[in-house]
């Protein structure tokens, strides 16, 4: 069975003190790693895709990568509007759907 | 319109009642899909619908719990007699379908089942 494990559950930071969350995953034939971000009472939304180990992508202070069996979200020098949850999900095979795991709760302090 | 809507924002029921949840998907978006989302867990898939091809129906948790759609637009999704382990806010999202599993989601439906 697929799994998906994120850790840690929840995590806070002062502003611009610098941390990674990590996105474990077991499945048979990765299509793709994504993370998405939700905010309270919110639906959840995109950040990034990864297709292949070694692959990277930013977005202001956010750098996902990935490797064969896990993906790092780096937040560098974070500002309280970076506080939400962030979710990891995998696409494996020929599924359509996405599997995600609990996500972190991110909590950054001003 | 601009996004993904779902109505109701939220709902309150009596055990053993039917309710319906609606999602109104991104205008041009050919792939939509339920998650179910417990407090304190991840979000489980429910369905997903691509286009005028049959659905993915592998997660719905049981017959009490359908969904349709008509063509690329609206779908419902319907939970027969609730039960109170179905309380949970479900989110409704819609993607091109060649957009990388970039999926746009709805605020959601907060569902509370008495």
């Known amino acids: 069975e697929d799994q998906v494990t994120q850790s840690p559950e929840a995590l806070r930071l002062q502003e611009g003190e610098s941390s990674s969350l990590n996105c474990s995953y077991t499945?048979?034939?990765?299509?793709?790693l994504f993370w998405y971000r939700q905010d309270p009472g919110k639906g959840p939304e995109f950040l990034f895709t990864?297709?292949?180990a070694g692959e990277e992508k930013e977005k202001e202070r956010l750098k996902a990568t990935l490797t064969k069996k896990e993906s790092f979200l780096h937040i560098t020098a974070p500002k309280p509007e970076d506080s939400a949850t962030y979710l990891c999900a995998v696409q494996v095979g020929g599924n359509e759907k996405l599997t995600f795991g609990t996500g972190t709760r991110l909590t950054i302090i001003p | 319109g601009a996004g993904v809507s779902q109505s109701p924002s939220n709902k309150v029921t009596e055990k053993g009642k039917d309710v319906e949840l609606r999602c109104d998907p991104i205008s041009g978006h050919t792939a939509l899909y339920w998650y179910r989302q417990r407090l304190g867990q991840g979000l489980e898939f429910l369905i997903y619908?691509?286009?005028?091809?049959?659905?993915?129906k592998s997660g719905l948790p049981s017959d009490r719990f359908s969904a349709e759609r008509t063509g690329e637009s609206v779908s419902t999704l319907t939970i027969q007699r609730t039960q109170q382990e179905d309380s949970a806010v479900y989110l409704c999202?819609?993607?091109?379908?060649?957009?990388?599993?970039?999926?746009?989601f709805g605020s959601g439906t907060q569902l509370s089942v008495l």
């Open positions: 990864l297709y292949s």
């Open positions: 619908f691509q286009g005028n091809s049959a659905p993915d």
């Open positions: 499945v048979s034939g990765l299509r793709g």
């Open positions: 999202a819609s993607s091109l379908r060649a957009a990388g599993k970039k999926l746009f």
